[in-house]
Structure formats: C-alpha cells, structure tokens
C-alpha cells in the first residue's frame, strides 16, 4: 500500500466550475498534510497546508480533512484557466519525510 | 527574498558518465533536501540536511549517488556512473528546519537525460 494515494484520473471542469480532488494516506500517525501546485516544466509550489480535522479556506481553495478516514481533499472554487496544472498531496508520516502522492492533473476548459 | 538556485537546468549525458548538480537553499533555511522526480510522479526524497548532517539518506542509492552540504549552506548530488533509469528532474528544497508542517521551497530543478 502506498503512503500516499491519488487515484484519480485528469479533471476537466469549465471554468468557473468547482474541482475537486481526493487523496488518501495509510500512515494513521500522519499529522501534517499539504497540497502543492506543479505547472507543466516548473517545481511544486505548496498553496494550502492543514493539520487538524475540518476544512481550512484559502481564498478560492479549501482543503478538507479527515483523520479518522484517512483522506484530505482540496476544492477550487470558480476555477480558473490559470488553475490548470498537477495538483500534489503530501503527507508527512511519523518518519518525517514528506511523501507526495503522484499527483493529479486539472484542466480548466475557458 | 531570493528562492532556492539550482544549476543547471539541462543535462544530457552518456550512460557511465558521472554527474553532478548544485543547490543554494533560501538565506537562512537550515534544512535542504533532494528529491528525484519520474515523469507522472510525485517527488520521492533522497536525501535530508539539518545544516550539515545527513539525518535521513535511507532512499539513497549509495553505490552510484553522493552527497555532500559542506558549511551547511550549499550542497552537490553527484551520480558516478549514471544509467540510462537516472533520467529524471532532481529537485532541492529548503525549509527553515525539517520539524513537521514546516513549508519546503522547492527550486527550479535540474532535467537528466542519461543516453
């Protein structure tokens, strides 16, 4: 099993459209959990972070976290063109070291 | 506030040729570190400083690949031979200090291609 799973195949959502992407993990320990945004060519840049249960807003992403079911999801609210890109899950388990899922792409249809 | 330098960008290289890649972490970020990632894939981790100490080089593989943070500050992967698989982008990353939740700044990579 892996640590971190996103099973989930490209999105296409319209724009102005919610996207929404799962991810889940094995390590039940995990306490810090991050989504990053990877353009096509470009280094992951991390836009939201939670820890505890609940759904934390940042502007038009939230990110949704359940400890008990083992899974944090992230919505995009009125998405945008410029929201297109490989969305990254990372967790960090009791190791301490970062493990990223393999990502999942979104595309943003104008 | 300038962000994680790697160099270079590009690489392409004969299989059993050795490599080498730099990094310069963000002022002041006391834990750097090296991740490779495959195309589809998500960064796997290769290697973690806290200022000079590897404290976590399981994922390693160190019969082909070093590592070294002299000073704390900068820091070289190198390949010796690299293979055909190595192709990849290396990826380095800093962060203030490696406790969890800290946020790791990622640099621009660098692209191997192994012919």
């Known amino acids: 099993q892996k640590e971190v799973e996103q099973n989930s195949g490209p999105l296409s959502v319209p724009e102005g459209a919610i996207a929404s992407l799962n991810c889940t993990y094995s390590d039940r320990g995990s306490q810090s959990f991050f989504w990053y945004r990877q353009y096509s060519g470009k280094s992951p840049e991390l836009i939201m972070s939670i820890y505890s249960n609940g759904d934390k807003e940042d502007g038009r992403f939230t990110a949704q976290l359940n400890k008990a079911s083992q899974y944090v999801s992230l919505l995009i609210r009125d998405s945008q063109p410029s929201d297109s890109a490989t969305y990254l899950c990372?967790?960090?388990?009791?190791?301490?070291?970062?493990?990223f899922g393999k990502g999942n792409q979104v595309v943003v249809i104008p | 506030e300038a962000g994680v330098v790697q160099s270079p960008r590009y690489k392409i290289i004969e299989k059993k040729q050795p490599v080498a890649f730099w990094c310069n972490p963000i002022s002041g970020h006391n834990t750097l570190y090296w991740y490779l990632q495959n195309l589809g894939q998500g960064p796997e981790l290769l290697i973690r400083y806290e200022n000079e100490e590897a404290v976590d080089d399981s994922q390693l593989p160190k019969d082909r690949f070093s590592a070294e943070r002299l000073k704390g500050v900068d820091s070289t992967l190198k390949i010796q031979p690299a293979e055909l698989g190595d192709s990849a982008v290396y990826l380095c990353?800093?962060?203030?200090?490696?406790?969890?939740?800290?946020?790791?700044?990622f640099g621009p990579g660098t692209r191997l291609l192994v012919l």
């Open positions: 990372a967790v960090r388990p009791g190791n301490n070291r970062l493990a």
């Open positions: 990353a800093s962060s203030l200090d490696g406790q969890g939740g800290e946020t790791q700044y």
